[in-house]
């Protein structure tokens, strides 16, 4: 078996398209070791495993944006509108590619995902006590409030943007 992918690579491939966290098809076969091609075959010849809430095929203008963003030599040439599994469809995947590196690799995936939905929570939480801290001591430490504020903001310098998608 191969080098696994280490956890923040496969968090960084992890994109919001249409309100859900997605994998692509591209980035999936890299991460398992295998051929974009034979994943997608994979998905066509097991389309029943693949419901819509599992997998959504990006549409043209999703396409279009991914390789203005991305370049088109490393989604160039391709014959279908590539794949976009949520969390339930990357772990069906790992029933369809059938090998131990699709395991582990699925198993490293998830873990993302939770830690994804950990940081998430836990950001919501510090926002909802700042902002209950900021009505109270509002006056006394505005300019205070104000720099954590800026210091919450994504930066969009340390995170992949491609327009038509919201990064993780």
Wanted: with cysteine; aromatic share 10%.
């Amino acid at each position: 078996m191969g080098e696994l992918a280490p956890l923040n690579a496969v968090e960084n491939r992890i994109f919001q398209i249409r309100g859900k966290k997605v994998l692509l098809d591209k980035d999936l076969a890299e991460l398992y070791g295998v051929e974009t091609k034979y994943l997608t075959r994979q998905v066509r010849r097991n389309a029943e495993r693949f419901p819509c809430d599992f997998m959504l095929i990006l549409t043209y203008q999703e396409l279009r944006n991914l390789r203005c963003q991305i370049g088109a030599s490393s989604y160039g040439g391709r014959r279908y509108l590539p794949y976009a599994f949520t969390e339930q469809g990357v772990a069906m995947l790992s029933g369809v590619l059938n090998s131990k590196q699709a395991v582990a690799v699925n198993i490293r995936i998830m873990r993302a995902f939770v830690n994804l939905r950990r940081v998430a929570v836990t950001y919501a939480g510090l926002k909802n006590k700042i902002e209950i801290m900021e009505k109270k001591y509002d006056k006394q430490f505005g300019v205070v409030f104000k720099a954590i504020w800026q210091l919450m903001e994504p930066s969009l310098a340390k995170s992949r943007v491609i327009t038509g998608f919201k990064p993780v």
